[in-house]
């Protein structure tokens, strides 16, 4: 995948863990970053997300896709596929 997918996340966020069902159901690898466990990490995401400090928040590259309800939206809209090259077996 030519575009790294990170989900900022919480332990027992709803939101978070629907998020990573999403992905994970759609095949698509990601890298999770719990906030939790890493709170240095909070600011790196606030200051990504252009100051929003609710997870999740998602990122394609560089690209801040938003929150869960923004990735279900992308995904109804038939999106988020065309934002990623398909994934293909080892």
Known sequence: MSQKVE???SRYCPYCKSAK???AR???PFE?????????RLEEM???SGGVAIV????????H???????????RRGELERL???????
């Open 7 to 9: 989900i900022y996340t």
């Open 21 to 23: 069902m999403l992905l």
């Open 26 to 28: 759609k095949g698509i």
């Open 32 to 40: 999770e970053i719990d906030i939790a466990a890493n709170g240095e």
């Open 46 to 48: 606030i200051t990504r």
């Open 56 to 63: 999740p928040q998602i990122f394609l590259g560089e690209w």
């Open 65 to 75: 896709v938003g929150d869960s309800r923004m990735l279900e939206e992308l995904d």
């Open 84 to 90: 990623l090259p398909p994934v293909t077996p080892d």
